[in-house]
């Protein structure tokens, strides 16, 4: 049993790898910024970039799954400094609060939009750091943190760079699945960049949140750290998603077609190395169930 504190554990994926910790028999505590009533689990109240509070929160703690931090691409492009602030700097300030309090072991949720437009797919973890916005770089300076800290042999660093994780109660009514269902449900346009032939790797919040826990049971020796790439290995296009959502409602779904976007056609994951080294697997990261499960919440 190991006793974990969860930063972010308010968040859409934190709330997943509380739960599966503790149905996994370890013990969760809940990092959060604002107590949420009725919450049946051990919480401590701390901000990122409050080191004080950060110190109280470690109190007894053997690891750190880091999931706390902002996570708007678009927003961050608005507004970077407040992303490099929390992201960055709070990792950081996390780090100098876990080796002031003895704690040597941590997951960290970063993101695969790391790699930027990677022309070889699928993706895997040698391709080259090419960050396309500043949440993509805030968290690249966040990895370069944690590396360093691994090497001076005071930190034992898991990284999991995250493909799209989608399904169950996701909170974010921006994200395509959700507004698809959206659309479906009032019968209003749904507002799609190009002709929906992007493809994405789509990652339901269960096996995201089994990759945490698979990290914390298999963490490399002090002074190391390691990093994997976390999908479905799966791509699905915005017209696949369309057609899946359509299917779970039984309603059709009327598309508008802004200009395309400047983005990647294709970005799809190769977890094999997550799934051969730490003993992971993928249960329900299929489109049908990621959308089905989605649907249950909406």
């Avoid at 051990?42 to 706390?68: I, M, P, Q, S, Y």
């Avoid at 941590?106 to 949440?135: C, K, N, W």
Wanted: a neutral charge.
């Amino acid at each position: 049993m190991v006793r974990v504190l969860v930063t972010g554990a308010n968040g859409y994926v934190g709330r997943a790898v509380v739960g599966l910790l503790s149905r996994a028999g370890h013990e969760p505590i809940a990092m959060v910024r604002a107590v949420v009533p009725a919450q049946r689990l051990t919480t401590r109240v701390a901000d990122l970039l409050d080191e004080a509070g950060l110190r109280e929160a470690l109190n007894g703690v053997d690891a750190v799954c880091h999931l706390g931090g902002l996570t708007r691409a678009r927003e961050s492009t608005a507004d970077p400094l407040r992303y490099f602030r929390v992201n960055t700097g709070g990792t950081v300030a996390l780090l100098d609060a876990m080796a002031a309090a003895g704690v040597s072991r941590m997951v960290f949720a970063s993101t695969g939009s790391i790699y930027g437009t990677p022309e070889r797919q699928p993706m895997t973890e040698s391709l080259p750091d090419a960050p396309p916005h500043p949440y993509a770089a805030s968290k690249l300076a966040a990895e370069w943190a944690i590396r360093s800290q691994a090497g001076t042999g005071r930190l034992s660093a898991t990284v999991l760079r995250l493909m799209n994780v989608a399904g169950g109660a996701d909170p974010d009514p921006t994200r395509l699945i959700p507004r698809a269902f959206a659309a479906a449900r009032n019968g209003s346009a749904l507002e799609v960049n190009g002709d929906g032939s992007a493809v994405r790797d789509y990652l339901h919040i269960d096996d995201a949140a089994a990759a945490f826990v698979a990290c914390i049971e298999h963490m490399p020796p002090e002074g190391e750290f390691t990093r994997y790439l976390v999908g479905s290995g799966q791509g699905s296009s915005i017209l696949d998603v369309v057609a899946a959502v359509e299917r779970q409602t039984g309603r059709r779904i009327r598309m508008t077609h802004r200009p395309a976007a400047p983005e990647p056609a294709v970005l799809i994951s190769d977890p094999t190395k997550a799934s051969t080294e730490l003993a992971w697997r993928l249960d329900r990261s299929d489109l049908e169930t990621i959308v089905r499960d989605t649907r249950l919440t909406w």
